[in-house]
């Protein structure tokens, strides 16, 4: 390896390792409902986010009678295409971790259905393994586990709100098939560490000539 690329390969690898942002995926089918029934009865979904930041939620709560949170206000995708039904919406993720519950994934909340007022999911888990290491706002730092379709099981909440008794449930899905995948995203390269290096392998040549 000749001097300048020497000189290159010193400045990327002197880069601080960000952590990257963490792409989720749910999908599943909603089966057969526990009580009531519509429109999403055994129809197959699927749930898209990114957290940016997993290190840097938007609120955390810690050690209130074992619970540990982390919440991430995120924007997510719910794609139903059996009915047609593909929306985007302002939720948010919330990551949860009790003794001896365990852990597992609450989602609040989906809007703009063709049925009902709003639909949930909570909880999520999964059947082995961790989801996250548990830990938020005073014991330390979040970090969410790579998953890559891990089979796990949860219950999603179909509901209409009423002026009188608030909200009441149109349906409920606890028996569908889920799989989650979380990935982290690979960022590009900063581009004041790309000039960084485009200066020194520059000024590596300079000197040559001299």
């Not at 919330?94 to 909570?122: A, C, E, H, R």
């Not at 961790?130 to 938020?136: I, Y």
Request: include cysteine; hydrophobic fraction near 45%.
């Amino acid at each position: 390896m000749n001097r300048q690329f020497s000189l290159l390969f010193i400045v990327l690898a002197v880069a601080p390792a960000f952590a990257g942002p963490i792409a989720v995926t749910l999908s599943g089918n909603f089966g057969a409902p526990q009580g009531g029934s519509s429109v999403f009865d055994n129809q197959n979904y699927s749930v898209n986010f990114l957290i940016p930041d997993p290190s840097s939620p938007s609120a955390t709560t810690c050690c209130l009678a074992q619970i540990s949170s982390a919440t991430y206000n995120v924007n997510a995708h719910l794609a139903v295409p059996g009915i047609g039904l593909a929306l985007d919406n302002a939720v948010q993720v919330q990551y949860n971790s009790q003794l001896p519950l365990g852990k597992w994934l609450n989602i609040f909340t989906f809007t703009g259905l063709p049925v009902g007022d709003f639909m949930v999911l909570t909880p999520f888990q999964i059947n082995s393994g961790e989801l996250w290491n548990g830990l938020a706002g005073a014991l330390g730092t979040p970090v969410l586990t790579p998953l890559d379709g891990a089979p796990g099981t949860g219950v999603w909440h179909l509901e209409q709100n009423t002026l009188d008794r608030g909200p009441i449930p149109i349906a409920t899905y606890p028996n569908g098939a889920m799989s989650i995948t979380a990935a982290e995203v690979p960022e590009p390269t900063p581009v004041w560490l790309l000039a960084a290096a485009l200066l020194a392998l520059a000024h590596s040549r300079q000197k040559g000539l001299m």
